[in-house]
């Protein structure tokens, strides 16, 4: 299996602009997070899915943050309009429900 | 307060120590605990689930407490390929997974 695959893996953008992030989680995994990693805060979970539903968006820290998965293949992530504080480390992770997290290499989000 | 707390770290320690690591949870709902790590600018792997009656894995010992919803990690003969974050990681009712804030660890020659 490849493994959870992120898109971008690196992205530079400016204030105001929107943001998508990209998941494409390990086949047959029925749960899939995404996660914030900023060196302040540590790795913030931001919302989780369970069969393609969204479970706990309470991590979404303000409306302009969205997140979707129209199917089992892919979720979304976006940022519309971004800001500079937004810059992180965004991680997608999918597991079966064992706890054992599967991680992307992560998109690596600068908003200047 | 956070829902997972951890030493914050650093730590410094020489090859072939004995270094220990904390973590406190808040909600006793909680239902499975885990330790990952996270090498520098990578993401987080699994190192070990933690499990009540304890359980080792080679040098590395995981020690769960649920009365005092306390979590430990203990690394014996330390090697200089353990520099890494370790982060203490809840398993909450429904399935989410909530990290603590990792405890950073150098091991020096």
């Known amino acids: 299996d490849a493994g959870v695959i992120q898109s971008p893996r690196h992205e530079v953008t400016e204030m105001g602009q929107e943001v998508t992030l990209r998941c494409k989680p390990i086949?047959?995994?029925?749960?899939l997070f995404w996660y914030r990693q900023t060196m302040m805060r540590g790795l913030e979970l931001l919302i989780y899915f369970n069969n393609n539903v969204p479970i706990d968006d309470s991590g979404m820290p303000e409306d302009r943050f969205s997140a979707k998965m129209p199917n089992a293949s892919f979720s979304t992530l976006k940022i519309q309009p971004s800001e500079p504080r937004d810059s992180a480390v965004y991680f997608c992770?999918?597991?079966?429900?064992?706890?054992?997290?599967?991680f992307g290499e992560g998109s690596r989000l600068t908003v200047l | 307060r956070k829902e997972v707390e951890q030493d914050p770290g650093p730590f410094n320690v020489p090859e072939g120590a004995t270094v220990a690591f904390n973590c406190t949870y808040s909600?006793?709902?909680?239902?499975?605990f885990f330790w990952y790590r996270q090498d520098c600018r990578k993401e987080p792997k699994l190192l070990m689930s933690v499990y009540s009656s304890g359980n080792e894995d080679g040098r590395f010992t995981a020690q769960l407490n649920r009365a005092s919803q306390y979590i430990s990690l203990l690394i014996r003969d330390s090697k200089l390929s353990d520099s890494a974050t370790y982060l203490c990681v809840v398993n909450r009712e429904g399935g989410k997974l909530i990290f603590g804030q990792g405890t950073e660890l150098s091991v020096k020659p």
């Open positions: 992770a999918s597991e079966t429900g064992s706890g054992e997290l599967f």
């Open positions: 909600n006793s709902a909680s239902q499975s």
């Open positions: 086949s047959g995994h029925d749960y």
